[in-house]
Every structure is written in structure tokens, then in C-alpha cells.
């Protein structure tokens, strides 16, 4: 299909991509390293449910509302929400 000149390089005629020197590789899909992107996933809703029973205690031990045991939930509403 290509033509050549007198010094041995190829014509403007020829094409740039031959069709049968390229084939396309399949690449493997990383099932391991996604595997662990999906334990990492569900391990960190885990871990910010885990605040929700000690949440209580530890606004009533730092002694955040001032000994006031009704206004414990309304802080830990605020903790917990800023955390997520």
C-alpha cells in the first residue's frame, strides 16, 4: 500500500496507522484492590455508628451542660451531627 521515494521513505500516500499491527489489549479488571476499597467502605460506617453509645456518658463525664441531664441529647445531637 505504501509507496517509497528515492531515498527510501515512505510517500505522503501511505497511512499513518496500520491496521494490522494494532490490536487492543484487554486489560484485567483489579478485583483485589477493589475488594478492599469495598471493606474500607463499610468499615467506616461502622466506625461512626460506634460513637453513639458513649456519646451520652462522655457529655455527662466532661460535664458539657453543667450538671443539666435534659440538655445531654441536645449536645450530643450537635456532636454527632458535626461528626458525620
Do not use: W
Not at 461512626?48 to 456518658?57: K, R
Amino acid at each position: 500500500m505504501s509507496t517509497f521515494d528515492v531515498q527510501g521513505f515512505e510517500m505522503e500516500t501511505s497511512p499513518l496507522l496500520h491496521e494490522a499491527t494494532q490490536t487492543k489489549q484487554k486489560t484485567p479488571l483489579p478485583k483485589l484492590q477493589i475488594g478492599i476499597l469495598m471493606l474500607v467502605q463499610m468499615a467506616e460506617p461502622i466506625a461512626c455508628m460506634s460513637i453513639y453509645p458513649c456519646i451520652n456518658q462522655l457529655i455527662r463525664e466532661l460535664d458539657v451542660t453543667g450538671g443539666n441531664d435534659a440538655a445531654v441529647g441536645y449536645y450530643a445531637g450537635i456532636i454527632v451531627g458535626h461528626v458525620i
